[in-house]
């Protein structure tokens, strides 16, 4: 069965907008022409049958580009895919805007559920034909971003490594190390800042434009908005930075203050490379390599559930995680889904740090829902919005800690109370990029000094214990912006990794309790998929919603007793 083949067996196709127009106008004509719920939602499922054999290919693509962005057959598929998709989103805005006046419309909506057209409302809000140009634009020079970014070649002591590579140098217990890692990538920032620096000016600009011609003041709104955000909005998410501001800026100020007297520098001599280090033994590395560690995930998810289990040798036998850094793959890590197999993908760098485990962790939380939601309908239904997607693989990181000990060894513990830190020390990082862009598009004419000094000086509020060396240019004058790549191909969306941050501290402060109780919470959270929006989501899963003053607080309370409980004394 087709559903069975492994992933290299897939083949990646090239696409013929002319059929795929043609198939798009029929569903519409056929919509168009329904005179009963029947063959009106015939019509709507035709589209969606069709939609996910495309989507399936441009998932294809994109996968294979990734793997590899010298590979210049896919990178003429994935170019053309970046031409094609705001075509073909033209085609379903048209099919959309006869769904939402058809006569059957009460009847489709009790079917699909409110929430379904919803979302369709919102997408016709964020999109017209008239901004395809732009939209063309856009997908070219994140495409370019991301090859910009994974063609990245950075000398280092006589080898050559990508960004992802360097990574591990850069957390060395070896000063001299960390610091020469850290200039040698900095460096390769500063030769490429204009290029950089360049694209996003054009995306920015290209964004104000496509805002300006639907009627938007400036992008903040269109970009809400085409992330689906329907129930909460910018002046919302300011307040929540507020609160993080408030309750996790304080806790964090200590967290590196006992840092820097563990690795025995003083606070006012850290630099930013130093916070890499969280203990003068060294940060806790994997015992083993990737083959181990792939064994290991294969038995902690034995362990955990017989539904992880089973679904971990699924990802294994159909060959759907690519984890090993290699040249002329991009940086980072991601998991989509293959909607025709229905089947999750999970790409990493492994590059010998604790980052491995992580992934092993955090992506897999990401699969495991794609994988329980799979059959959902409508498919629009089987993933919730990015902020709710982050929570089931943030709190899937926290459901592994006791199999710690397969992956490192005696430090174990070592390993949860940096976990455990990094992820409260990540929320004034994650308000500090949200808060960049939300200037930037308020701003969309700045120059790109101009955009590296408001970067400098949020940083500074928000994590002012970061110092760069002097030999950091680049990132010393506010540069480090461009080290992220979700500011260039998703705005906005950064703000969701720290949303679902929050909301996965419950599901830990849960399981200390009764972590059978807090699993059956998760995997019915994960069976969810993406039937509400962000909020109600949270309230039909009993989690605190972040943007209610006093929650951050809230969480933050038994937060701190978790840290408490750690021996510092025997973590060595």
């Known amino acids: 069965m087709e559903k069975d083949i492994k992933f290299e067996e897939i083949p990646a196709k090239k696409v013929s907008i002319k059929k795929v127009q043609e198939k798009l106008t029929k569903f519409t004509n056929d919509l168009e022409n329904a005179k009963d719920f029947k063959t009106a939602y015939k019509a709507v499922r035709d589209l969606e049958n069709y939609m996910d054999k495309f989507e399936n290919n441009a998932t294809v693509i994109s996968i294979r580009y990734t793997l590899n962005s010298n590979d210049k057959e896919i990178a003429k598929l994935q170019d053309q895919m970046d031409e094609i998709s705001p075509l073909v989103s033209n085609l379903i805005n048209k099919f959309n805007k006869v769904l939402v006046k058809h006569p059957c419309r009460k009847e489709l909506e009790e079917k699909l559920t409110p929430y379904y057209f919803q979302m369709i409302d919102n997408s016709l809000k964020s999109f017209d034909e008239k901004i395809i140009p732009e939209l063309i ?28 590579q360097m990574g591990k140098f850069t957390k060395s217990k070896d000063r001299g190390e960390r610091r020469e890692a850290s200039i040698a990538t900095d460096k390769w920032f500063g030769d490429h800042e204009k290029e950089i620096g360049d694209i996003y000016g054009k995306l920015v600009e290209l964004r104000d434009t496509a805002a300006k011609k639907l009627g938007f003041k400036n992008f903040i709104e269109l970009g809400y908005l085409s992330l689906g955000r329907v129930d909460y909005d910018a002046r919302m998410v300011a307040n929540y930075r507020k609160q993080i501001a408030d309750e996790v800026v304080p806790v964090c100020q200590k967290l590196y203050k006992d840092q820097a007297a563990r690795i025995g520098i003083p606070f006012n001599k850290m630099y930013s490379y130093d916070y890499n280090l969280s203990f003068l033994s060294g940060n806790p590395t994997p015992i083993g390599d990737p083959d181990y560690l792939v064994k290991m995930g294969r038995k902690m998810y034995g362990d955990m559930s017989k539904e992880t289990g089973d679904f971990f040798q699924f990802m294994m036998d159909r060959h759907l995680l690519d984890l090993v850094a290699r040249p002329g793959k991009q940086p980072g890590g991601y998991m989509t889904f293959l909607p025709v197999q229905k089947y999750p993908f999970i790409f990493s760098n492994f590059n010998g740090t604790d980052g491995d485990v992580n992934v092993l962790t955090h992506e897999f939380g990401h699969a495991f829902q794609g994988y329980l939601s799979r059959n959902i309908k409508p498919g629009d239904f089987r993933s919730p919005t990015l902020e709710s997607c982050e929570i089931h693989s943030m709190s899937m990181e926290f459901f592994a800690w006791p199999w710690m000990d397969l992956f490192f060894g005696k430090d174990d513990e070592k390993y949860r109370y940096s976990h455990l830190t990094d992820a409260i020390e990540f929320l004034p990082y994650g308000i500090t990029i949200d808060e960049f862009q939300h200037w930037v598009y308020e701003h969309p004419h700045a120059t790109h000094e101009e955009r590296c000094a408001a970067y400098q000086e949020i940083e500074r509020r928000y994590t002012p ?9 680049t990132m010393g004058h506010g540069g480090w912006w461009m080290r992220q790549h979700h500011i260039f191909g998703t705005p906005f969306y950064y703000i969701d990794y720290t949303l679902a941050q929050v909301c996965a501290f419950q599901f830990l402060v849960e399981m200390t309790r009764n972590r059978e109780r807090a699993w059956k919470k998760y995997v019915k959270l994960c069976k969810t998929g993406g039937k509400y929006p962000f909020v109600t989501l949270l309230a039909k899963n009993h989690l605190r ?12 309370v038994p937060l701190r007793k978790i840290l408490k409980s750690f021996d510092l004394t025997k973590i060595k």
Not at 147 to 164: D, H, M, Q, T, W
Not at 465 to 470: A, G, L, N, Q, R
Not at 545 to 556: L, T, W
């Open 465 to 473: 214990h970061k110092k760069y060396d002097p030999e950091m240019k």
């Open 545 to 556: 919603n972040p943007f209610e003053d006093g929650n951050i607080h809230k969480v933050m």
């Open 137 to 164: 634009e856009i997908n070219k020079l994140s495409s370019q971003y991301d090859k910009v970014l994974g063609s990245a070649e950075i000398p280092f002591r006589g080898e050559i490594y990508n960004i992802s």
